[in-house]
């Protein structure tokens, strides 16, 4: 495998998996998650997103939440924004970044964000306005890129229309999103063969759902393409609350300590990532954990050969 030697980590737990929870999460345990993933050398976190607050009302707290965080050098920052009033308040925050999100399946667009693409696109236009002014980078993730639970399949040239959009209005970061889990290896690595060679210079990244146990074997065909940046999600945690079936990111720790045994570097400490919230390495362990010899066994295995 042609893979990467090191990955930048975006956890977005923080946003994408506190938002869908039923019940509002208080702003000081926001703070302190935040803060926990920072002292475990997290390089990207989005924290949070400034949306109206009858949409999301688990958010309704991003100002103060970006107000309070312990900022760790080296961190980037960032913020989920639908329009150019939330880049403002972003902005006016202090974000490090500003994620902005359209679909590329029109029905999924108008369920997640009540527009059209076209109109959305004209949306983002103000956002990287706002931005710019701000010298704030824009990075542009595309829902449903790899599958639509309304349309079913996104044709790769629907994909790579709004893509195209995106650039021509100025975007160098994309981000591409399996939003309910339907991507598959082979998949991505087509979509990827077909998008990079078209869009040179572009910083790619990859945001995937669990849905289907298939997240890190997606990512993993998707880092032979290049592409360095992922998304992952701190306990799994996460969903789409307007896309039916959509579940959990892929688990920040499972892909951290997936990437440790390949010998890729994120320069996270894993241990301290386990501690935050548990995901399935915290059932077993990382890899290189040993147990005692059995004392029904003790004795009998072979010496190892030279």
Known sequence: MKLPA???????????????????IPTEQKIEVVNLLSEA???????????????????????????????????????????DKGAVRAVDAGVDAIHTVVSASESHNLANVNMTIAESME??????????????PVSSGISTSFGCPFEGDVPLAQLESVVRRLTDMGAR????????????????????????????????????????????????????????NLDCSIGGLGGCPFAPGASGNV???????????????????????????????????????RYPVPDTVVGRVPAARA
């Not at 990955?7 to 506190?18: L, P, Y």
């Not at 949306?123 to 704030?136: D, G, N, P, S, W």
């Not at 999103?177 to 572009?202: C, S, W, Y």
Request: aromatic share 4%.
């Open 173 to 228: 970061a994309v981000g591409l999103a399996d939003t309910t889990g339907m991507a598959n290896p082979r998949q991505v690595a087509r979509t990827l063969e077909h998008l990079v060679p078209k869009f040179p210079g572009i910083e790619w990244t990859l945001h995937t759902h669990d849905t289907r146990a298939m997240a890190i074997p997606n990512i993993l065909a998707a880092m032979e393409y290049g592409v360095a």
């Open 41 to 83: 050398g997290i390089p990207r976190i989005e924290v949070t997103s400034f949306v109206h607050p009858k949409v999301v009302p688990q958010l309704r707290d991003a100002e103060q939440v970006m107000a309070r965080i312990a900022r760790r050098p080296g961190t980037r920052y960032a913020a989920l924004v639908p329009n």
């Open 6 to 24: 090191r990955v930048t980590i975006c956890e977005v737990g923080t946003r994408d998996g506190f938002q869908i929870e039923p019940d509002f």
């Open 123 to 136: 949306k983002l236009r103000a956002v990287m306005q706002v931005a710019e002014r701000a010298r704030v």
């Open 251 to 289: 688990c920040s720790e499972d892909l951290v300590h997936c990437l440790a045994a390949m010998g890729i570097e994120t320069g996270i400490d894993l241990d301290r990532l386990i501690a935050v919230l548990p995901g399935q390495i915290v059932k077993a362990g990382k890899s290189t954990r």
